[in-house]
């Protein structure tokens, strides 16, 4: 299997430590899926400020762990599952970086289930749907048993997904929000994706990470020697 997955990141460096109060917030909420948002978890207000060279954006109080390997600046939320209700429809900006850099399964956050024709990844298209080049993805990867779950439990799901087992993968880029320099400061404008060498990226503020799926084959989750 050839995986390229460069720079470092700080999100690895905390994964015992997420895994453990993930184990608690399954016990207090349920089956919820390991990147979604809790209540709880609300964004810093830590004011977004120029770079010393003003060639992009900082924290005020900025900290080793607000950015990552490729220099980008991440929304700095604390990561505290079981914190209130769980908020499905968001993605928990750090956990979900985790899950990509460290190939977790996104719902339980255990390994994803990886075999010598690659890592399992289930995407919310059909086959038809899917890029004669690299497909590019904020969904993590999932385990086998967490894939077929999902399946039987997601409506949308069961209309239209595809699962890929995928051999070569790169981090592509990040979305977020864009900021813009202004006469009194740093002012979001917009919101997207940047690839990692777009122009803009010192001027993005990440929220979630995209991978380059590059080169995968469809499988059917069935068949247990795919």
């Not at 762990?65 to 505290?80: E, I």
């Not at 890592?119 to 038809?128: F, K, R, S, T, Y």
């Not at 087992?165 to 400061?185: E, K």
Request: net charge positive; proline share 8%; hydrophobic share 35%.
């Amino acid at each position: 299997m050839n995986v390229r997955v460069d720079g470092k990141t700080s999100a690895r460096e905390t994964g015992t430590a997420l895994l453990g109060a993930r184990r608690s917030a399954q016990q207090r909420g349920g089956s919820v899926p390991y990147i979604a948002r809790w209540s709880g978890e609300r964004d810093s207000s830590m004011p977004v400020v120029f770079r010393r060279d003003r060639r992009g954006i900082a924290y005020a109080d900025e900290r080793f762990y607000d950015r990552d390997g490729y220099g980008v600046l991440w929304s700095r939320t604390p990561s505290q599952p079981g914190r209130g209700t769980p908020e499905y429809g968001k993605v928990h900006s750090l956990r979900q970086r985790l899950c990509m850099t460290d190939l977790r399964c996104q719902v339980c956050g255990g390994p994803a289930d990886r075999n010598p024709n690659g890592v399992l990844w289930l995407i919310d298209a059909g086959p038809q749907d899917l890029p004669h080049g690299p497909e590019h993805t904020a969904h993590p990867p999932v385990c086998r048993h967490c894939a077929c779950r999902s399946l039987r439990a997601c409506p949308h799901l069961r209309v239209e997904h595809v699962a890929l087992r995928v051999r070569t993968f790169t981090p592509y880029g990040v979305s977020g929000a864009l900021f813009h320099a202004t006469s009194s400061g740093p002012r979001p404008y917009d919101a997207g994706t940047v690839p990692l060498a777009d122009p803009r990226l010192p001027w993005l503020r990440a929220g979630q990470l995209l991978m380059s799926l590059d080169d995968f084959t469809v499988i059917d989750l069935t068949d247990l020697a795919a």
